[in-house]
DNA sequence: ACGCTCGTGTGTATGACATACACAGCGATG
DNA sequence: CATCGCTGTGTATGTCATACACACGAGCGT
């Protein structure tokens, strides 16, 4: 199990130790950027290896010197694009606004890069950039009096959440960039039988579902708004219950 | 863009128009079954046309003759596995029961078949089961006095919620079959730099990130418990506002 | 100077995968 | 009886990750 060339981790967390030039062959730094890339511009399905090695000038196989593989090859690019702001690095003293802070910042990465969500989970990215992520999600609720475990949960909690909503939000786009914007509303309207799902053909009557296909960008963050705002008065509620 | 030949959603809707007798030869629900078969036992990636067809006894192509292809598929196995219990059919008049009883029941489906968070997404799967689903949770708020849509988005919430929980723990469950039962916590204590990461170290010395390792199945319930307890918070909220 | 090893890039090969296409048998229907 | 359409098959193509053996050059100790 003892590793002779730095695997994934190492290399990440090793960084700082060896950093003098930027030498003319291939490295993992360049093989992240050269993915990053790829995905930005077509979904993860668009990263390979020999589209990675073709876009750098060299072939397939050469990847293999610098990376173990295609999984370590995604998690350098968890981490690459998961930098965190500064902006969050000094929480303020009201927990929910610093929440919602740290919450819009993480929204923005995921919309920015929405192949995240898609890449494939072995156990959890223990990556420098996430820690910080989660290091600044606990520091929001320093004052709250709140046991460390509960923080803990709290932060798993919202980051579900985040992660969640920038899937669901990245497949409705998806959807919604064929001929397909309205059809979802339309279909619903059309398949919910009055006599089999009489709750749901209520909220499709009262245009719940309906779909808002203008303000595309300022409607996604309200819609997310919703259930974070739901999440936040319910750690409220754990708070006010603790100080008690 | 007119099918001659029945699309997937039709299949679906459509079913008790022709289900006379069981014939011999191959057909989509056989398939399907099949395929879930494949999934239960090696995950989402056990399943490929030529394992499915094998399974059944014919050539790979043959499949392509009752169903469009794998996209279908996958479509096909989650509405099999989502069949709503009937005990759902009449939510309580508590609707905090109400949807921590769906919850359960959607919970209990998800581990049983781990393999649905791994299903691409492309749109929001409407088959019939998933509609009953929403449906369910929908008449679990009927007498909350919420908007339509703050019940759609509700519903949204603790669906998202529970998938995107589940997706972890299945996550974790599998690195967890590994050796590393307890090396996530082991690096977590050992990366946690308390320079970098002042509230993440005070997190994990307390003991936050401690996998508990002992009693899997129960303790899994009670970590997905802790959110959802958050969210109905916050749902418990709205409601007493909207009443007020 | 010689040979050695090691790091890096290459070419070729393998096996899995989804799926397109042309064909074959067979039952029903004109 | 001839034809058509449905179902199943075999063969082929292109993509994918990755194993393996080789090639070239830099640095080393002798």
């Given at each position: 199990?003892?590793?002779k ?14 950093a ?18 790829l ?74 890069h ?33 046991t460390?475990?509960?923080?803990a ?7 579900t ?14 959807a ?45 963050r ?23």
């Amino acid at each position: 199990m003892d590793a002779k060339a730095p695997t994934g981790l190492d290399l990440l967390w090793g960084r700082d130790a060896a950093a003098p030039a930027a030498r003319p062959g291939l490295n993992a730094a360049r093989i992240t950027q050269a993915a990053v890339e790829l995905a930005d511009a077509g979904g993860l399905d668009a990263v390979s290896m020999a589209r990675i090695a073709e876009r750098l000038g060299f072939t397939t196989m050469s990847l293999y010197r610098h990376v173990q593989g295609k999984e370590e090859i995604f998690l350098l690019m968890l981490d690459a694009v998961a930098a965190v702001p500064a902006e969050l690095d000094e929480p303020p003293s009201d927990w929910r606004l610093g929440l919602q802070r740290w919450s819009l910042a993480q929204w923005t990465m995921l919309r920015a890069h929405a192949w995240i969500v898609d890449v494939p989970i072995s156990g959890p990215p223990v990556t420098p950039n996430q820690l910080t992520w989660t290091d600044r999600a606990l520091a929001t609720l320093r004052d709250t009096g709140l046991t460390e475990s509960e923080k803990a949960g709290v932060v798993l909690l919202v980051a579900t959440y985040l992660h969640s909503s920038a899937r669901l939000s990245a497949g409705l786009g998806e959807a919604a960039s064929g001929e397909s914007v309205a059809a979802y509303s339309t279909l619903l309207g059309r398949l919910a039988d009055a006599e089999r799902f009489p709750a749901l053909r209520r909220a499709v009557d009262a245009g719940a579902y309906d779909y808002p296909a203008d303000a595309a960008e300022e409607d996604r963050r309200l819609d997310h708004s919703f259930g974070l705002d739901r999440i936040l008065d319910g750690v409220a509620a754990l708070i006010s219950q603790r100080a008690s």
